[in-house]
């Protein structure tokens, strides 16, 4: 019964009622065709029940920023000048997530893949409260971006959500220690 949140080709969002990581649009949708796809519809309490369940964990910002731009401090995983075609943003015109290994070219120095494209990704940080804040809504940072960022997205940038906001543009990776 949550409403969760989607996103579609125009950067028009919705408040859609039933959606969730199996249904990713709502009733009705499924899974089918996605299974090597991020999953998406998860809020950041769902990332980490998931990261505890197989033993594993969400990284920190710092930790997700130092994997994706490697020693070099690259802006982009294959170095510092942007490169048409290597990932799954806005102007790939694909509107929607890919299979996690669409864009093998997309690789950094540490073989990681989809660090920026398809989604964005939680991490443990809490973003900081300001002092003149009306709410006291706890956030979290997301790191990368989605299949609705613009070329401008770079691997330091940063946004913040609630944590118990979902969308389909949203979702996790799990970090090992």
């Known amino acids: 019964g949550q409403h969760r949140y989607v996103w579609n080709a125009i950067s028009h969002w919705e408040k859609r009622q039933g959606a969730f990581w199996y249904q990713p649009f709502g009733p009705g949708s ?3 065709r996605k299974r090597n796809h991020p999953v998406v519809q998860v809020s950041f309490t769902d990332a980490m029940a998931f990261a505890a369940w197989v033993g594993k964990r ?24 942007w490169k048409e075609g290597l ?12 299979p996690v290994d669409s864009f093998p070219g997309a690789k950094n120095a540490f073989g990681i893949l989809d ?13 900081p409260q300001s ?16 299949w609705i960022s613009n070329r401008y997205i770079r ?15 949203l979702g996790f990776r799990c970090l090992a220690d």
């Open 115 to 127: 660090l920026l494209g398809n989604t964005l990704e939680w991490t443990l940080d809490r973003w």
């Open 87 to 98: 990932s799954n943003t806005e102007e790939s015109g694909i509107s929607d997530t890919v």
């Open 131 to 146: 002092h003149n804040s009306k709410t006291l809504q706890d956030h979290h940072v997301v790191k990368g971006s989605s």
């Open 30 to 32: 499924t899974l089918h």
């Open 155 to 169: 691997l330091y940038s940063r946004a913040k959500y609630p944590v118990d906001f979902a969308a389909n543009i």
């Open 58 to 81: 969400l990284p920190t910002e710092a930790e997700w920023e130092a994997a994706a731009r490697t020693a070099e401090g690259n802006d982009f995983p294959w170095g510092n000048d």
